[in-house]
């Protein structure tokens, strides 16, 4: 059952990095949410997803300070972690809010243009003499 195990690893992974980030006085007025964490089968690498509310003038600062600070939480997760390894980390910036605002911006547009041209032309009633 290495995949449970590994859904739990990255479980509590994700509760003591959110306990850092919210306490990490260089990040203050960053709006961090983790999304997902990816975790190697051996649990020596942890791939941590980020998204933030004020990424589009921050996003390379973010990274870059979220990835320097990481090498700094490694010692403090191994010592609030009991695992043989603690997990590398290395923090990558999650677009698929963004991707999937997109997505539903363009549906709405094409469901609004499909509204606009069916009201724009004059509904047929069929007109049954009998």
Not at 31 to 54: E, M, R
Not at 62 to 72: A, I, Q, V
Not at 75 to 83: A, D, N, P, S
Not at 85 to 111: A, K
């Amino acid at each position: 059952m290495a995949g449970r195990r590994n859904q739990r690893v990255c479980e509590l992974l994700k509760a003591e990095l959110s306990r850092l980030i919210s306490r990490e006085k260089r990040l203050e007025g960053y709006l961090i949410t983790i999304i997902d964490i990816s975790l190697a089968p051996d649990f020596k690498q942890a791939t941590v997803y980020y998204s933030s509310l004020n990424q589009p003038l921050n996003m390379d600062e973010t990274s870059k300070l979220l990835n320097e600070l990481g090498h700094h939480w490694h010692r403090t997760l191994g010592q609030r972690i009991r695992m043989k390894y603690t997990p590398r980390l290395t923090f990558e910036f999650d677009s698929t809010m963004e991707r999937g605002d997109r997505v539903l911006n363009i549906l709405q547009e094409i469901e609004d243009s499909s509204l606009e041209s069916s009201s724009a032309t004059p509904q047929e009633t069929d007109t049954d003499p009998t």
